[in-house]
């Protein structure tokens, strides 16, 4: 009984949401607004800027931006007129208003959220300690930085942006600026550079103030559960990849190993194992002298079964480049950690290079909780207003667009099996094709971009691919896509953030596309995420253009596969095979419910994942403020010396917990219960721990690495397992969910349709 209080009690504080479309609460402070605003139309622009500079003086004397944001918007508004001559829609000062009050924002795409970032940013501003707007790349940093400067520069505000690659003393002074534009990901690297400066020239961010997070559900959500990981270089396993690589590449699946229904994770049957021992002549796999051939063997099977090339990574320059699931872009500088990025350089036959070490790492989660405000704007919020409100305490506004929309999103057509569904897309192509309106087909994968590509040759019809492997082409891609008679096929690289102007930048050819319909979107597949599928649509239909959306799909698809929707339908249409579409109506409704629950897993596993980081993190703090203890207490080259020392210490950390992560899945850990350890690493212990081998580093007076390694006390270490998402006390608690909750989406679908879930009433 109290178990299950507890549990209750657990999701009823993540389940509390607020999401509203009433904007009736701002009506008042709008009003205001635009009544300063008409106060203000004759000033000069000396006046108006001095006007700024009393309210920034009021500010800093103490006094709450709240007060003064009907006065500071009016300012802001009148500052758009007189340099980029745009005025602020009502709804635009709305969402400004709602986007202070700590709220993620959910405007169309194409609606305008770049200047409703500068209203807010203005009037946060003027404390003068710095705001950010995180942008979803490095190119809208820049691009929205020069645009919106003279607006800041009216108001006598400055404004900076950063680069990924930018030399620390530019970066320096744009984080000094009144506003900053960055993407999240460099924010947090600076960040990490920053914490493990040596001297205080090193420091490059100052602290945290208010951040604004464009795109708040890819970068909040999405994004939140990878870590930024700082990494040095260290020597890989002491193992031969490439043999191993070819080894693994000859085992039998189901005999030699399993796989889940999943594909999350693998495992060596016991015929592998003997096979195992068989083939490098050892005694024993499980033997501490054959852990690293162990862990090898694991690596490498999961390169083979879990990380399909063209899929989760392209081959380029002889190099593997990751490809992220969520944007479709090659991440130059992700690399996948605790020797599979190793495993899978050998199962393409490449050379292995030297692996990372990880120096200092923090999730983009815990990164956005070190600023004392956040708030977001996005064209998709309401599906994640749970993990908005849960994770970082935000509500959600959703403001109706300045034009009214008029996309037309047809119900989806879905297929039996692949062929019908290939075919009914080259139909569906041509059909449309010939109206002369442009084309946006959306496909999963790099793999599936290409062989679309290839069958729509063989029918005759000419197009244009946009994913990983050819992005430098991008801009040009993108800006043919809304010609007349265009036909493109992308990954999910055209989604987010992508604007597709009818008819190019010609007038003329704008009012033809308009005429015949506008952009007509063909999506191939469901993602897992309902919001990915939304952005897509969210192509066509911009800024109350004309537009239209069908999505094409099979049961043969992976998301139908993987989560084995199938057992959805109705007994005789399990089998079904045939060229038309499905006509059942309750099919397309469990689909969309069938993503809801796989939406709800996810959700599970992040709050599972939030929930073992937030003790990392807890470690993590401290171990920092021990190091900024050390930094401001202490002189040079002591200061250098302690810093380095502690360093190492932090390393080991890091690093330890990567590698019992990882440790867990192998079965000579199956005996040891991390949990239990785990719940002795109270703070007060965790300072001692730190002490301690201080201490003993201290002792050693030496820095070097395999001295101290030797000396370091290996068994205080295993009770740091606590990022570990496998076995968390709900997993525990509950038998097996959380992570592995996907091995139970199968029955679990098929319970609850048998309990009549999903049933037309
Ligand atoms: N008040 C306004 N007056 C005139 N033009 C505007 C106004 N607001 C926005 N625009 C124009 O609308 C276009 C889209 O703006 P913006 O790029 O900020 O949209 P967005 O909401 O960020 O879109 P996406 O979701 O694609 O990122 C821009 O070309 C901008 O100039």
Redesign the pocket.
């Known amino acids: 009984m109290k178990v299950t209080q507890t549990i209750k009690t657990f999701f009823h504080k993540f389940k509390q949401t607020t999401v509203t479309d009433d904007l009736g609460p701002y009506e008042r402070t709008l009003q205001q607004t635009l009544e300063h605003a008409d106060g203000i139309l004759y000033k000069t622009d000396a006046e108006l800027r001095q006007l700024t500079d009393d309210i920034k003086a009021r500010i800093q004397a103490g006094e709450a931006p709240d007060a003064h944001m009907p006065r500071l918007y009016a300012l802001v508004i009148e500052a758009?007129k007189r340099t980029l001559h745009?005025?602020?829609?009502r709804v635009?000062v709305m969402a400004a208003i709602a986007l202070h009050e700590r709220n993620v924002v959910e405007?169309?795409?194409?609606?305008?959220?770049?200047?409703?970032a500068v209203m807010t940013a203005c009037l946060n501003a003027l404390a003068g300690k710095g705001v950010h707007i995180l942008t979803?790349n490095d190119y809208l940093a820049k691009r929205d930085a020069h645009w919106m400067r003279p607006v800041y520069t009216f108001l006598g505000l400055s404004v900076g942006y950063i680069q990924e690659n930018m030399p620390v003393a530019e970066k320096r002074r744009a984080y000094r600026s009144d506003v900053t534009y960055a993407t999240a990901k460099e924010v947090g690297f600076d960040y990490l550079r920053s914490c493990m400066a040596y001297t205080p020239d090193e420091v490059i961010l100052r602290d945290f103030h208010y951040a604004i997070v464009?795109?708040a559900d890819a970068i909040l959500i999405d994004e939140a559960r990878n870590p930024l990981v700082f990494a040095g270089t260290m020597a890989g396993l002491p193992v031969d990849h490439l043999q191993i690589a070819r080894y693994v590449s000859g085992l039998t699946p189901y005999r030699d190993f399993m796989l889940d229904e999943y594909a999350r994770n693998v495992f060596l049957t016991d015929h592998g194992i003997g096979k195992t021992e068989a083939f490098f002549a050892i005694p024993n796999l499980y033997d501490d002298d054959h852990h690293h051939l162990l862990i090898a063997v694991n690596l490498a099977l999961q390169a083979r079964t879990m990380l399909r090339k063209d899929v989760d990574y392209i081959l380029e320059d002889g190099r593997i480049k990751l490809v992220d699931e969520f944007t479709g872009r090659v991440v130059e500088d992700r690399k996948w950690q605790n020797g599979l990025q190793a495993a899978v350089e050998a199962k393409e036959g490449l050379a292995v290079a030297s692996e990372g070490s990880i120096l200092n790492a923090i999730s983009l989660q815990h990164l956005m909780q070190c600023y004392p405000k956040v708030s977001g704007?996005?064209?998709t919020a309401q599906h994640a207003a749970e993990e908005f409100a849960g994770f970082y305490g935000l509500g959600v506004s959703i403001i109706p667009p300045?034009k009214p929309r008029r996309r037309i999103d047809y119900p989806d057509k879905i297929f039996t099996h692949k062929a019908a569904k290939v075919r009914a897309i080259i139909d569906e192509v041509q059909r449309v094709h010939q109206t002369g309106r442009p084309i946006l087909i959306g496909t999963l994968t790099v793999k599936e971009s290409e062989e679309l590509q290839a069958e729509m040759q063989r029918h005759g019809i000419a197009s244009t691919v946009l994913n990983a492997r050819n992005n430098e082409s991008e801009a040009a891609i993108i800006a043919q896509a809304g010609l007349p008679g265009a036909v493109t096929i992308s990954t999910n690289m055209a989604g987010?953030?992508?604007?597709i102007l009818l008819g190019g930048t010609d007038q003329h050819a704008k009012d033809t596309v308009v005429a015949l319909g506008g952009l007509h979107i063909i999506g191939t597949n469901r993602h897992e995420s309902v919001r990915i599928d939304q952005q897509l649509k969210?192509r066509a239909g911009?800024?109350g253009d004309p537009g239209s959306s069908q999505f094409i799909i099979s049961m043969e698809d992976d998301l139908m596969v993987k989560y084995g929707l199938k057992s959805l339908l109705p007994e005789p249409l399990r089998n079904l095979r045939q060229d038309g579409p499905i006509g059942h109506a309750t099919i397309a409704r469990s689909i969309a419910q069938a993503q809801r629950i796989i939406e709800g897993q996810l959700y599970e596993i992040r709050l599972n994942l939030h929930q073992y980081a937030h003790f990392t993190e807890r470690q993590r703090t401290i171990l920092f403020n021990r190091r900024q203890d050390i930094f401001v207490s202490a002189e040079s080259p002591t200061r250098e010396y302690k810093l380095l020392q502690h360093d190492l210490l932090w390393s080991y950390y890091m690093n330890d917990i990567a590698a019992l992560r990882e440790g867990i899945h192998w079965q000579r850990m199956a005996g040891k219960n991390p949990l239990h350890e785990f719940h002795k690493s109270s703070d007060a212990m965790f300072r001692q721990l730190m002490t301690d081998l201080e201490d003993k580093l201290d002792n050693a007076h030496t820095l070097d690495v395999s001295e101290l390694q030797r000396k370091r006390p290996s068994s205080t270490w295993t009770y740091l397992v606590n990022d570990n998402p496998f076995k968390s006390p709900f997993v525990q608690l509950l038998g097996n969910i959380g992570y592995q909750v996907d091995l139970l989406a199968g029955p679990l679908l098929m319970i609850l349709r048998m309990l009549g879930w999903g049933r037309r009433k």
Do not use: A, N
């Not at 405007?107 to 409703?116: A, F």
């Not at 987010?496 to 604007?499: A, E, K, L, Y």
């Open positions: 758009f745009m005025t602020p829609y635009q405007m169309q795409t194409g609606e305008g959220k770049t200047l409703v979803f464009d795109e704007m996005t064209g300045h987010r953030g992508t604007d969210g911009r800024q």
